[in-house]
């Protein structure tokens, strides 16, 4: 018998941006699939809070760069709750390399970036879809960023994989429809330890101190504003498909 509670996939949910999701979720009702790679303390962090809140939570070590852990996660889901209702795209990949560095960026880089950015996405919804078509309002976000709208971001192999990220968001709403509704949060930048450890944390507060006095509404984006923006896609709206949603405090009007 499936489930009663919606289930939902949120992959790179060990922690940061992923666990807020996933913490989000439940709150919303649903089971959730928290998916890690590596930090398996703090993907069990996160589904003991989940649990907490009185959702069933499911732990998955998977790479979303390799189809057969996506199609692992998928099949796990189904064969512990019997349906598939939501699923976040959320792993990501990143080299910090300044734009003018093209020495800095090798093939390799482009490909490990693109494997987990870009390619993940497409194999997670692939190993997913039938899932989610027939749940009947299945919904699928994708964890994007404006560097794929605006050419700014952390090396330009993550601009591109965003990039390729947020036109494949526009086809997958159009060929998963009507069953499903596909669209993309596009963050600024958000205030994880991702963050910190690019910048360093030698730099780590000037370079917050200079952003946010940039930015319309002088904020860097919590996980929580992030997870905020996905539930509006998840429980929201069934009319909303193929967009791409810049939450960045603004940061899109000045760059």
Sequence with gaps: MPSENKVAIVTGSATGTGAAIAIALANKGYNVVVNYTKS?????????????IGTQALLFQGDVSKDEDCRAMANAAVEKWGRIDALVNNAGRTKFVEHHDMEGLSAEDFQTIYAVNTIGPFQMTRACAPHLKASGRGRIVMISSVAGTHGHGSSLAYIASKGGLNSMTKALARS????????????GMIETRWLREGWGEENYDKNKHAMTKKVPLAKIAQPEDIA???MCFVEGTSLITGELIMVDGGMHLVS
Excluded: F, H, R, S
């Excluded at 998963?176 to 963050?187: D, F, L, Q, R, S």
């Design 176 to 187: 998963m429809g009507p069953e499903v509704t596909v669209n993309a949060i596009c963050p």
């Design 228 to 230: 905020d923006a996905v």
């Design 40 to 52: 398996l303390k703090e993907a069990e962090e996160t589904a003991k809070q989940v649990e907490d």
